[in-house]
């Protein structure tokens, strides 16, 4: 594990900050299933797998209140700097993210109890959607999102973001196909939007994995690389000398 939790005189600061990482960790692996299984869920039709997502969503919300309780005991007590305060409000922040994915994924779940039945309908639009690819492309990005902030790799951490970019670019093809699929088949218009509500739940939990593989930058090198347009000191790194 990676994650700055270096020596200090107070040695209760490195058990609490290692027992909110440890909480994020799980919180991590926790949604990550869930994302997985509510796919499973909707590709297979399988109302069972959704139910459990569903119920599962709890773990998920009692792990971050846990973490929203150890961050605030942290931040009361101990009041941390430099980097030791960057850790604290990167596993904060990565908290937040988690449980919008956690939502995302209950939110699939919701939807593939409402497309059971595996009708002729519901399975030609998931095979147009192609949601199968959008959703390894998501999962990939919450998992490198959460491998970057494992071992602290700004590599890694910057190929999520280039994945962004493709699972974006997918995105808008999918959602092009399926609006001109209701326009061929107003049959299927209340299969296709529950699936156009699906493949936008899966582009969320894109850009909250691009939010935490960002968050990784701020804790390595204290620079916010989020907005970089809004970000004076940023423009001021990119932007070519006066001649």
Do not use: C, W
């Not at 107070?10 to 991590?28: I, P």
């Not at 299984?37 to 998920?60: L, N, P, T």
């Not at 980097?83 to 988690?98: A, E, G, P």
């Not at 990784?216 to 001649?243: C, I, T």
């Amino acid at each position: 594990m990676s994650i700055p939790t270096s020596a200090h005189t107070l040695k209760k600061f490195d058990e609490e900050l290692s027992t909110l990482r440890d909480l994020v960790l799980k919180m991590g692996g926790i949604v990550e299933e869930q994302v997985l299984r509510a796919m499973e869920a909707i590709e297979r039709g399988d109302s069972d797998i959704a139910r459990s997502v569903i119920e599962r969503d709890r773990d998920i919300d009692r792990l971050e209140l846990k973490a929203d309780e150890e961050v605030a005991q942290l931040l009361a007590r101990r009041a941390p700097l430099g980097i030791d305060l960057r850790t604290v409000l990167t596993l904060s922040k990565t908290v937040n993210d988690l449980e919008r994915i956690g939502d995302e994924a209950k939110k699939i779940a919701r939807i593939a109890i409402q497309l059971q039945g595996g009708s002729e309908a519901s399975e030609g639009v998931l095979h147009l959607a192609e949601i199968g690819t959008l959703s390894r492309l998501a999962l990939n990005m919450l998992h490198g999102a959460l491998d970057a902030l494992v071992r602290l790799d700004l590599d890694r951490a910057t190929r999520v973001g280039e994945d962004d970019d493709a699972l974006d670019d997918a995105y808008k093809n999918m959602v092009g196909a399926l609006t001109t699929y209701m326009a061929q088949h107003p049959n299927s218009v209340s299969q296709a939007v529950q699936v156009m509500f699906a493949i936008k739940a899966l582009e969320r939990i894109g850009d909250h994995s691009k939010n935490i593989a960002e968050y990784v930058f701020y804790l390595v090198e204290g620079r916010d690389v989020r907005h970089p347009k809004s970000n004076p000191a940023m423009q001021g790194e990119s932007s070519d000398k006066p001649a």
